[in-house]
């Protein structure tokens, strides 16, 4: 029995939005002011290590991506909720446009002032990336962040190589698939941005537009 499943939960799809995950965090933090746009947790450490040294000037810089990631949550939600019926287009492509857009604005947004501006906008991105994209080839996995896939990839590793399952190492290698490219966005992103400052970020636009356009292609599997 063949069986079609959306491309957005696709392995492919998965490392090129990781990809993108991994850049905007090194975009961000070389370029817009030190600050992880996905990684919410450093900004909450940072936030609360400024408060305790009564830095309090520099609580705004890391209080505000913060919310921004949570509001990015509720409109993919939201988004989900409105648009899931669509036959036209997926609501995840609507998403990647949403993306898209925002992130072309950032590439024209100087340094400087505008930088909190800009992780306002990058963490509300990806907070739409991570809410939308949950899924990859049956696995729970975040694109835009590590941990729990270092946490949930070394488990399956080790259940695999414990009780000889195939089908827990080929999880626990999909996983690490997404950190290392992570990585690779990490150093992309890195590079590019030293070499294009601040419209380096349209880089990762054109990776949005190529998992756009994939996502018009359906995988047909075999049950």
Known sequence: MKKVKQMSESLLLGIILA???????????????????????????????NLAEGNFSNVIQYLIPILAFALGVLIAEAVKQKLKVNHLIHWRQIIIVFEMVFLLVCAFIKGGNGDTVVNVIVSFVCALQVESFRIIDGNTIATTMCTG????????????????????????LIYYSII???VVGAVIGAVLTRLLDVKAVLVACAFLLIAFLLMFKQRTLIN
Do not use: M, P, W
Not at 23 to 45: C, E, K
């Open 19 to 49: 990809i993108v995950g991994g850049f905007l965090d090194a975009y961000t933090y070389i370029i817009r002011g030190g600050v992880f746009a996905n990684a919410q947790t450093g900004n909450i450490v940072l936030l609360g290590i």
């Open 149 to 172: 896939n270092l946490r949930s990839g070394t488990e399956q590793l080790f259940l695999g190589i414990k009780n000889r399952d195939k089908t827990s190492v080929k999880k626990g």
């Open 180 to 182: 290392a490219a992570f």
